[in-house]
């Protein structure tokens, strides 16, 4: 998948499910912060990405992820990688 | 005798609503052996103690049975106890009706006489209820069988039934109800049932052999590939979790039911509680093929010392060994603990979270201390230390917590391990509610919380 198409459908889903304004989903936002998560709610977020995109995230593979473009990275390295 | 009403008295939701599988086997049986009866389940998980009332005022049973599956959340950390909710439920029960009160159930099998001189049913049955119940149910009806029915003791007017467990009740029929099974399916993501009862280990704080017996019944694996077809036939569960106190003995008996699941093509997920010892790669593979897909293992330690001082049977080389044979066969697996407990130490807390990181991609849920039951060798050692009084009846539940055990230190040297210990006061309940709820995950779930 494209890593622009993968940032488009994925900023898609986290503002729907999350319910935030989809514009505070920006690069070099916080990813946290923005979508209001504690480090529970990242399972949440493993399940998301599971059930839309097919791949298993763990909770290390979130150590060093702190803006959107960090997430994107990430989920674009399981993907192609 | 025309009509027996079920109910079932758990209103607890934690880690997850349980069906009531025990009410499911007994209706099932009495169908089978007194058809000519018309038997339903209710249920407190859904239906609130008014509606209760009004089903019961509708039915007009002649037999009521209550289920008392949990008297407390044997959880340290958080104290909870059912008993007074039970007792509200049977003034209701005796106002809406003059039905016979029997009670039953797992919890109370431990406290058989304080419940029923609490809660003053007609009768109580201890232990496995099927063929009791029957018995019992002939002897009201002064039919001849009834000789069978053994009045163990009196509790004022309630006369304690305890045959103990009858024999082989090789093929039970188990009746899922129909309307209940949508609901737990919804909100657990899973449904249970029994391949045998009966656990033959003697771990010094355990009810489990007091309240299914020590000889080990298995039931009629071609039945349970059944029950388990019909299940995901008639409502798409593809879920379950085996119930037994211990799943990882009879040997051929577990290779046969997974032949069976394997040939059936059933595809269905299942997990169990296992005993991390005598495990093989070549059974486990079988496992892994007939639907097993998680192992809760009950493990209670991770020190060599206090798996004896538990009266475990098995060594934390045995725990690394079954762990690893789950990993490379990619089943997933958790340990529970009990940390505290009888000969807990600051060294043996200290070993256990060193070794907790030789165990890797699996998440640990441990206790802290010990519930202390009646009739179990904890209960004497308690006795012998003066923790309890030996009249103590133990229905408020006491702990057996070591002195030189600190649950605080315990978890701030956990979180260091950079392992995923889940404590019974952490919030991942909820979380887990969520997934199952809103993203409609099934199954147990903890895997989401494991750690490498
Ligand atoms: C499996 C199990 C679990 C699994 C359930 C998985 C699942 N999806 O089903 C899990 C891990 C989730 C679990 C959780 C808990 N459990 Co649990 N669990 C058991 C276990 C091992 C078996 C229960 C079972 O399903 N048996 C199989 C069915 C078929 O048997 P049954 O329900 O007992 O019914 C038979 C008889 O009791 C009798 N009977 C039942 N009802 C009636 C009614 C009448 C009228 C009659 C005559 C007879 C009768 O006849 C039935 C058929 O023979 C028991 C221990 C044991 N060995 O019994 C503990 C046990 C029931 N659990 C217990 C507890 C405390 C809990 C938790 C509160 C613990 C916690 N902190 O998490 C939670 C509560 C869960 C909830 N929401 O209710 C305690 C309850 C005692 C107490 N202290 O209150 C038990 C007894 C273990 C113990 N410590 O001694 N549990
Ligand atoms: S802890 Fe497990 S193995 Fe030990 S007696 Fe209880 S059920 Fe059996």
């Known amino acids: 998948m494209e890593r622009q198409e993968i940032i488009s459908r994925l900023s898609a889903i986290l503002a729907e499910e999350f319910e935030i304004d989809p514009s505070l989903i920006t690069g070099e936002a916080p990813l946290m912060e923005t979508l209001e998560l504690d480090s529970l709610d990242l399972v949440d977020v493993v399940v998301i990405i599971e059930q839309n995109f097919g791949v298993t995230l763990s909770a290390p593979d979130f150590q060093g992820v702190k803006t959107f473009d960090d997430f994107f990275n990430l989920i674009e390295n399981k993907l192609n990688g | 005798m025309r009509r027996i009403l079920l109910i079932s008295a758990n209103r607890y939701k934690e880690p997850y609503p349980v ?68 007792q509200e439920l049977v003034t209701l029960i005796r106002k809406s009706s003059t039905a016979y009160l029997v009670i039953g159930g797992a919890g109370f099998s431990i406290f058989p006489e304080v419940i029923s001189e ?31 029915v053994k009045m163990d003791k009196s509790m004022g007017s309630c006369k304690i039934i305890n045959q103990g467990s009858l024999g082989y009740l090789s093929t039970l029929d188990v009746a899922f109800e129909e309307d209940l099974v949508g609901w737990y399916w919804q909100s657990s993501g ?25 000889q080990v019944r298995t039931l009629d694996p071609e039945k349970t590939v059944e029950d388990l077809l019909r299940l995901k036939r008639n ?48 059974t486990m593979r079988l496992f ?23 009266g475990k049977g098995f060594s934390f080389e045995d725990v690394v060994k079954s762990s690893d044979i789950c990993l490379d066969l990619g089943i997933y697996y958790a340990h529970f603990l009990i940390l505290g407990g009888y000969g807990e130490t600051k060294q043996t807390i200290a070993e256990t979270m060193v070794n907790s990181k030789r165990l890797r991609h699996t998440v640990f849920f441990p206790y802290i201390g010990m519930r ?52 019974p006061d952490s919030p991942h309940n909820e979380m887990m509610d969520m997934l199952r709820i809103k993203r409609k995950k099934k199954g147990l779930l903890w895997e989401y919380l494991k750690r490498p």
């Open chain 2, 118 to 148: 609490r809660l003053r049913p007609d009768f109580s049955i201890v232990g496995e209820g099927e063929k009791a119940f029957i018995d019992l149910i002939n002897h009201l009806e002064k039919r001849e069988e009834s000789a069978s």
């Open chain 2, 288 to 310: 892994k093929e007939s639907g097993l897909t998680h192992i809760e293992f009950g493990t209670e330690s991770f020190c060599d010392t206090q798996l004896v001082n538990y």
């Open chain 2, 235 to 282: 409502h798409g569960i593809n879920y379950v979790f085996f119930t037994d106190s211990v799943f990882n003995i009879g040997r051929s008996y577990n290779l046969k039911l997974a032949s069976l699941l394997i040939e059936s093509n059933a595809k269905i997920n299942w997990g169990a509680y296992f005993r991390p010892s005598g495990l093989d790669n070549e």
């Open chain 2, 372 to 423: 202390i039951y009646p009739n179990t060798r904890l209960q004497q050692i308690a006795v012998s230390e003066g923790i309890i009084e030996a009249t103590d009846d133990l229905i408020a539940p006491k702990y057996y917590i070591s002195n030189d055990f600190d649950v605080d230190m315990t978890k701030k040297l956990a979180s260091e391990t950079g392992k995923a210990w889940v404590f």
């Open chain 2, 190 to 214: 899973m449904l249970n049932l029994q391949t045998k009862r009966g656990c033959p280990y003697n771990c010094i704080y355990c009810t489990y052999p007091l309240i299914e017996g020590r």
């Open chain 2, 19 to 86: 069906y009531p599988l025990g009410l499911s086997y007994l209706k099932g049986y009495i169908l089978r052996e007194l058809p000519h009866l018309e038997v339903e389940i209710v249920d407190c998980n859904i239906l609130s103690d008014e509606e209760i009332g009004r089903r019961i005022e509708v039915f007009r049973p002649d037999i009521i049975g209550l289920s008392l599956r949990n008297i407390d959340g044997a959880n340290s950390l958080d104290v909870r106890d059912f008993l007074e909710h039970y």
